[in-house]
């Protein structure tokens, strides 16, 4: 990959890269194969740093040094609170070193230098957050060629560009600290936001909090008096029971020796949990509201709804959302990588790696080269998908022959002359005995229909290519139909003059074979063996008259085999010539 620009989902809570290879957008995976990285970084009192799921492991015995949600900082005047929680260095560094953990993925992944990236930002973020997260890039050494919203991104991954000029989509986020609600048009090829709404400070975390603390009470503790390293535990348990829950309809809170000496443990059903849930989700339902009625538009003017942000597997939030646009929701896409792959398809776009729309084309008749006697020789089928490439070895008919001429051909008729010629093109080669010559021919028609026809003197491996632009798929349906129904209607002639044309080039290379070989060694046959031989003779001299393919097919099958004995003779004479000086 020549210079491959990266995607980056830049998350609150999780963060992911990827890269477009062989036309796949893919997220890239870390050492311990998980494409999703935590926002998370440890700063070490010694000044030691630790990213991703490395940082958060510290969160129990170091809790306090381990910086989450730096997000919500970017490109914000910060107070002295927020100032000390970053151990003296700014967000846009704390950024940078999520990016630079990214970019040291991707640049093992991938064993190459990576320079540049699209980076994706919430559509709420005004200038100065966008240029910090900008600068975060720069600072991790990369290029940012591009900042791009979530949601449009999000609607990328679900291929949602190709519905077309106007159409409407709403994207709903719910991660795990934020919650966006955007509604956006496709103007021109480019998706606008018309309206976006939501709750910086809505997500998974908050289910996570309420779960623990609910627990933390009915165990008999006060939350606020508990150390950081228990309200860890708490928080982990709960957002396990919190997943757990989205596919299963009950199950059990447990925490063993959560202090060192008690155990705690309690069942929790899903219906319990809605509940618990409804005003959560009834806040984010009311953004929708809030959002269709800026854009002015109504439920039903939407064209498609996406749920994007790990809280979407939460089956009643994906039910509140398909009533409240009275649709359904498309969710085929993995809630957590959907920003990151339409990240990497954007990025894909802008490096040239993946076209916006690669259409699957096929050859709609046949391209082959005219040979001996006039015959359409076949090299790419029709109906074969672009690009493709294809070809053959040819020889020389006529000794001392200088040159041969390559004939192009489109069609599906049998002979050269029914079919289309696209162009032609002389090669050269060193005058050789017949059948000494070798030219290679390839055929290579590339994704945009442009056929480059190769030919090559393989002794000398001097070149002529030709181009054909587009013609070689650029045919009108109507000429294809044409050339199509001609080729059915002449099937059976065509078959005919193809298998007579082969039988007399085979019957005139034959005839004058037999006659030398008869010069040399009739005196070894058999007078019946010389009879069947001049029968045979004379059966294809005359099936040459009758025109009659068939008949000259056999008749040269019937000499062949008549002369099999006498053929086989004249080698053995032959090897012995060549080896009775040396021989006992
Ligand atoms: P994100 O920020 O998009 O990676 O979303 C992370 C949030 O999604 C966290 O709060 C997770 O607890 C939450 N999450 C992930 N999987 C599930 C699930 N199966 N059910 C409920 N919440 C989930």
Redesign the pocket.
């Known amino acids: 990959m020549n210079d491959p620009i990266v995607g980056i989902d830049l998350?609150?809570?999780?963060s992911a890269i990827g890269v477009v290879d062989s036309g796949f957008p893919l997220l890239l995976a870390d050492e311990e194969g998980k494409r999703?990285m935590p926002s998370a970084v440890w700063i070490g009192e010694d000044g030691s740093v630790e990213i991703g799921r490395k940082a958060l492991r510290r969160r129990g015995a170091d809790g306090a040094r381990v910086i989450t949600s730096v997000k919500r900082l970017m490109g914000r005047e910060l107070d002295t609170r927020e100032k000390q929680s970053l151990f003296g260095k700014s967000p846009e560094e704390i950024s940078a070193l999520i990016l630079g953990e990214l970019k040291r993925v991707a640049e093992w992944r991938l064993g190459q230098p990576i320079r540049k990236a699209v980076i994706t930002v919430p559509a709420y973020f005004h200038d100065g957050q966008r240029q910090a997260t900008k600068r975060a890039g720069e600072l991790a050494g990369l290029e940012v060629v591009r900042i791009i919203n979530e949601p449009t991104a999000a609607a990328l991954c679900y291929g949602l560009d190709q519905l077309g000029e106007r159409s409407r989509v709403a994207v709903y986020?719910?991660?795990?600290?934020?919650f966006d609600l955007s509604i956006l048009e496709m103007q021109e090829g480019v998706f606008q936001v018309l309206a976006t709404h939501g709750d910086t400070r809505l997500?998974?975390?908050d289910?996570?909090l309420a779960m623990a603390t609910a627990m933390a009470r009915r165990a008999g503790l006060d939350w606020q008096a508990l150390p950081q390293e228990q309200r860890v535990r708490w928080q982990v348990e709960a957002?396990r029971v919190?997943?757990?829950?989205?596919?299963s309809e009950r199950e059990t809170f447990a925490l063993p020796f959560y202090d060192g000496v008690n155990s705690f443990s309690a069942d929790v059903t899903r219906e319990q949990w809605q509940e618990w849930m409804q005003p959560w989700i009834a806040k984010t339902i009311a953004c929708c509201h809030k959002a269709l009625n800026d854009a002015q538009l109504l439920p039903q003017e939407i064209n498609a709804v996406v749920l994007?942000?790990?809280?979407?597997?939460?089956p009643a939030?994906r039910a509140a959302v398909e009533q409240c646009f009275g649709r359904v929701a498309d969710v085929s896409q993995h809630?957590?990588e959907a920003?990151a792959l339409g990240a990497t398809i954007q990025a894909g776009m802008l490096s040239g790696a993946m076209k916006q729309m690669v259409l699957l084309d096929v050859t709609p008749l046949s391209l082959g080269i005219e040979t001996l006697g006039g015959l359409m020789n076949v090299l790419i089928p029709r109906n074969t998908t672009i690009p493709c490439k294809a070809g053959e070895t040819f020889t020389n008919a006529v000794a001392g022959q200088k040159a041969m001429r390559i004939r192009v051909l489109q069609g599906e008729r049998e002979m050269a002359r029914d079919n289309w010629e696209l162009g032609q093109v002389d090669v050269p080669f060193e005058p050789a005995a017949k059948g000494q010559a070798r030219i290679g021919v390839q055929f290579r028609l590339d994704e945009n229909g442009i056929l480059e026809v190769l030919a090559r003197d393989v002794s000398t491996g001097i070149d002529r290519i030709l181009v054909i632009e587009n013609s070689a798929v650029d045919v009108s349906d109507e000429k294809v139909g044409q050339m199509v129904s001609e080729s059915v209607e002449h099937a059976f002639e065509d078959m005919a003059e193809r298998v007579w044309t082969e039988a007399k080039l085979k019957a005139e290379e034959l005839l004058p074979a037999v006659e030398g070989a008869l010069s040399i060694g009739s005196e070894w046959l058999s007078e019946e063996e010389l009879q069947t031989i001049e029968a045979a003779r004379a059966d294809v001299r005359h099936a040459l008259e009758g025109k009659e393919a068939h008949r000259l097919k056999q008749a040269v099958q019937e000499l062949d085999r008549a002369t099999e004995a006498l053929a086989a003779k004249i080698v053995e004479y032959a090897m012995e010539q060549a080896t009775g000086g040396l021989g006992s």
Not at 173 to 178: A, F, Q, V, Y
Not at 242 to 247: D, N, P, Q, V
């Open positions: 998350g609150t809570t999780n999703i986020d719910l991660g795990g600290g934020t997500g998974g975390d289910l996570d957002e919190k997943c757990a829950l989205s596919s994007v942000g790990g809280s979407t597997r939460i939030v809630p957590d920003i």
